[in-house]
Structures are given as structure tokens and as C-alpha cells.
């Protein structure tokens, strides 16, 4: 873990981005907690206004439609909310907009873990990530490899493979709970 220093993160959002499946959400809410700060979750956040869930997005409306939605949203969070903990698509990071404004706003904390223990979560991952639909495990790999190289860019990388999800909100709420002395480039 390394954390780069220069400007206090304050009432940044704290923004959790890695590959679907890999927890953050469940972190994302018990981060919250220990930090007292409110969580978002993006995409339930649009499955509530929407009245609709994603995979039904994907299928009614497309996955531009939900590219399109997912950017609107979280570049309004980053213009508009702050002191939050916030939850991300695995595909948002993709769009350059979005890495932008939330690297430029956020605080941004990249939730890493291996192929190895990732692929044994994917029954588990598969009715709800359309994303997985129609493709091979290797095709899943291949996917999962590319995104790696999104996900650098961020602020703190986290390795969770040994790690409960309340172990890893631990590690964030330890890190960033002495403020005055955590910064960032
Ligand atoms: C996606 C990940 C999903 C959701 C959508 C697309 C992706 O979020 O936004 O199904 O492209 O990786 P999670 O990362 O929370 O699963």
C-alpha cells in the first residue's frame, strides 16, 4: 500500500473502484460506518431512479444507454457531493471522463485481488453482470487483465485476496481516519 502525499483528503469522496465481484459495496457500507460518512452505490443508485435493475438496463436500453447513465451520475457526484463512500461500476473507470473527474475530485482507492481467487467467486457473480453473459472463463480472464491496467490509476491500492471485507474497510478507515496527516498528489 502506498500512499502518495501532498493534499489532505478532507471531505473528498472516497471513491472504490476494481473489477465487479470484488467487494465494494459490502466495503464500501462498513467503511462508511467506522468513517461516519454516508455510502453511495452508483448502480443502485440508478436501478432506484430508473425503477429497474442493470442487467434489465443492459437489456431493455442497451449498454450505451447505461454507459451514458452510469457517467452522468458519477461526474455529478464528483462536481456535487463530497465527505462520501462511493462505490463504482467494475466498467466505469473505462470512460476517460470519469477517471478523470473522480483521480481530479476523489480520492480514489483501487480494491485489488487475484485471478486465482477472483474466479472462484463467478457462479456467485454471473445472473446479475451482464458483462459475464457469453463469455468463456478465458474471455473473463482476458477482460479481467485489460481492466488491471484502468484500475492503476488511483490514489491507494489495497490487496484483499487474505483479507474479510471488514478487514479491508479496517484498512481503509485506519488509513484514512488520521486525516491531517494522509495526502495525496
Ligand atoms: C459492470 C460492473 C457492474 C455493473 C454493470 C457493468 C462492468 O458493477 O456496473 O453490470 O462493466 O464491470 P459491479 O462492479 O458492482 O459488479
Known sequence: MNVKRSTPVGEKNIVLIGFMGVGKTTIGKLAAKK???DFIDIDQEIEKDFQMS???MFN???EAFFRKTEKEYIVQMCEHKKSKIVSLGGGSFLQEEIR???LEHCFVIFLDLTWENW???IDLLLENRPILHNRSIEQVKQLF???KSIYA???LRIETDNLSAEEVADC???TLKPDSELYQP
Open 145 to 147: 487483465n485489460e481492466r
Open 54 to 56: 442493470i442487467p434489465e
Open 172 to 174: 481503509i478507515a485506519d
Open 119 to 121: 474466479k472462484q467467486r
Open 153 to 155: 490509476f488511483h490514489h
Open 100 to 102: 478523470k473527474k473522480c
Open 35 to 37: 468513517l461516519c460518512r
Open 60 to 62: 431493455q436500453k442497451g
